[in-house]
């Protein structure tokens, strides 16, 4: 224990953290201090606090697991309001958090005084603040475009926030950079005139539902803001809308995965990089691609231990300089071996692994116990297309994109007219490829309403070019077959668009 | 498959090694050996001893060109990058370390393997502290220059 605050984290070697300022608040009636810039989800957890809800049929303790606002375990009762996703939710003075036991009752406070909803219309609604959608808002405000950028965090960036490490890939593309400097950066361009007069920034906010318009030439979308947890819904009318929404977490199923300490890779670094919390002590990894790969060497930047990354596949799937970083620490990595179980009651309080035949079988006997207080998964990602559904864009299942994805022609353009996708919910990649796709989605959507300046479809095509270059590599070739077979598909349907 | 994708750690015939010559001179040694789309390397290097064909080519040092300045090990993304001298029987590694606490000049530290597994001591000679990654020097024995690539503090502070 370090100077009463056991698991914030105090020194690390990229990121500085300030525990001066400490908020009071009360969960089930006990006061617990949090710090400014804290999550209520984050503020619990630094206090020891694991169970935030109970399943709502067998009463298990549910504590976090995505961390970034898309699962539903942190669901909690915040001033007497049911249903606050906390992981998401900014810590304030004196407030009053509650475990929610399974379904909550309708608030007894409950207004709706923010009803009819504030209406607004705009050329192009980014979904999305993340690294896909801050290019594409750059880009098509650039092109003279006005662009309404809504996001569901306090802050944009998206999963760059995080990315502690330096970026790989071309300098144009900002390689050798830190993620969460590329935040910085792209905020500064967004800052900057005339940028800054044609972006409006809502965050807090949700896009929820599409609605049909009786005007073609519009599409329009229920957005809901929150404030002091309450609510406040916007009616937005564009012409042209991009979907930068990212992805979620991939699960894995073995006895215990919903016990609090189990955590999705999102939630690890949301948690150490975002807001300065050791989300445990001792860390099994599961998944050695680049992201288990990636947060394992994050965590021991962050003073945590971890006890090995068991990997199902024969091989390591992420870039081998990233296995090399963990190896000279010393940390194992085990191919061919898998998670069976978490051990514990209320909490992670240990996990065994087994190690897999050539059919990825189990190998009977093989059994062996890890001693951890967490585990991370960091087993993919499927991208989030749920709203595209509603849209009825045409969609289909791509295997390498990684699940369900809008079909979409090299300008991003999916089967709807002036609909584009961006980034992970194109098909699951990293961040230097969303930024491109998020460029050329931007510029394919001001051009679609008629704002252009000189070169910038020839601007776009040095954009899919260098997009091309990217995956020509052996490590590229997923990401190029998926676009291969979305081309395919696109192209039986579509031929005459 | 090669063995490096079960196990996580290259051997040392997966290496350019540089000859007697070339490490009493002091070179960059990249340990990068996968296809992967990535080249600050070679936009860092001042005298351009790192080339590569396209994006995803593994980069090249002609150790012939290049001057050992480690511009090239602060700002690798992967950490791949280690300048490696010899001067009479001593090995002189520079090396990436993201972690804290720093080490101390003249501090004798842990000299680990690509495995994490203890080889030798070593002693902190030069700590470049950056913006980038924070790159350390340490002195050897010799014959470990091509083993050593990574530190561990003695003493936990």
Known sequence: MRGGLPLRIKDHPILSFDWQESLPFTFNGKKLKGYTGDSIAAAL????????????????????????????????????QPNIRTCITPLQANISVTQQDSKAAWPKNATNSFYPPQQKNVDILIIGAGPAGLEAAIAA??????????????????????????????????????????????NQQLQKPPINKRVDLLLNATVFGYYEDNNNKFYTFGVIKRKEYTTIHYKIRCKSVIFAVGAMENMLLFPGNDLPGVYGAGAVQTLMNVYGVQPGKRMLMVGAGNVGLIVSYQLLQAGIDVACVVEAAPIIGGYHVHAAKLRRHGIPILTRHSIKEVLGKEKVEGAIITTLD???????????????????????????????????????TIPEAGGFVALHDHTMQTSQPRVYVAGDTSGIEEASTAMIEGKIAGISAALSLGHTKKDAEKTRQQFIDELDQLHAGPFGQKPRQAKQRIARHWRKNYETL | ?????????????????????????????????????CNPCVDSCPVHAISMKDINAIPIVDYDVCIGCGKCVSICPGLAIFVLKTVDEKGIITLPYEFVPLPANGESVHALNRKGEVVTKGVVKKINKRDDTTVVTIEIPKKYIMDVRNIRLQKIK
């Open chain 1, 45 to 80: 957890h630094a206090n020891g606090i694991t169970t935030f809800s109970t399943s709502l049929k067998y009463h298990r303790p549910r504590g976090f697991f995505c961390g970034i606002g898309k699962c539903s375990s942190c669901l909690m009762e915040v001033n007497g």
């Open chain 1, 141 to 186: 405000a650039s092109l003279g475009a006005h662009v309404l950028l809504v996001d569901e965090n306090t802050h944009i960036g998206g999963q760059l926030v995080k990315q502690t490490h330096k970026f790989f890939g071309s300098k144009q593309e900002k390689a050798g950079t830190r993620g969460i400097s590329i935040a910085d950066q792209l």
């Open chain 1, 358 to 396: 050539e059919h990825w079988q189990p190998i009977p006997g093989s059994d062996q116990t890890i001693s951890c207080d967490t585990v991370c998964l960091a087993v993919g990602l499927t991208p989030s297309t749920r709203l595209l559904s509603q849209m009825h864009v045409q969609m289909n």
């Open chain 2, 1 to 37: 498959m090669k063995h490096y994708e079960q196990t996580g750690y290259l051997s040392i015939r997966d290496i350019l090694i540089p000859s007697e010559q070339h490490l009493k001179k002091g070179v960059a040694c990249i340990e990068c050996i996968q296809e992967i789309p």
